[in-house]
């Protein structure tokens, strides 16, 4: 068995963020169980406050049998947006995994930036972006872990 099909056995593990449960609501939905035919299944932790989001970031070890393998985080958020906590995760987080968040207008693209998110998606949710995106970015992280 090579790296990469150990890697496919395992689900994915996505950690999502927002205060708003219709923004929960249309990230699952436009995920689905898979994001990619060619891709492993995917378990989504879904969070409403930052607090929350830390105490499971924290309690996460880095030799973990079912680590973190990206962030979707709302920049909308309240009273928390999700830009600051990408750019809190990238700052606190050792080899953090990708970063995706969801902003309300094209023209935030530089706050998603300032954030060091690797990437970026508007309100309202477009499935094919999204499932896209994240595909996208899971293989890129599996690429660079396994590398």
């Known amino acids: 068995m090579t790296q ?3 890697a496919r056995e395992r689900k994915y593990s996505i950690v999502l ?31 409403a406050t930052a607090a929350a989001l830390r105490l499971f970031v924290d ?6 049998e079912s680590p973190i393998d990206l962030f979707i985080l709302d920049g909308e958020a ?28 094209k023209e935030d693209a530089w ?11 508007l309100h309202p949710i477009d499935p094919f972006t999204m499932a ?8 890129s992280h599996t690429v660079a872990t396994t590398a």
């Open 132 to 139: 896209h995106t994240v595909a996208d970015l899971l293989r």
């Open 4 to 6: 990469n099909e150990g």
């Open 17 to 47: 963020y927002s205060d708003d449960s219709s923004v929960r609501d249309a990230v699952i939905g436009a995920l689905g169980n898979r994001v990619a035919s060619d891709m492993a299944e995917h378990v989504i932790h879904q969070f």
């Open 111 to 121: 706050l998603a930036a300032w954030s060091r998110a690797e990437a970026n998606v």
């Open 59 to 64: 309690s996460k070890k880095p030799e973990s």
């Open 78 to 105: 309240v009273p928390e947006g999700g830009l600051g906590m990408a750019r809190q995760l990238k700052d606190e987080v050792f080899h953090c995994p990708p970063v995706m968040v969801i902003t309300g207008r």
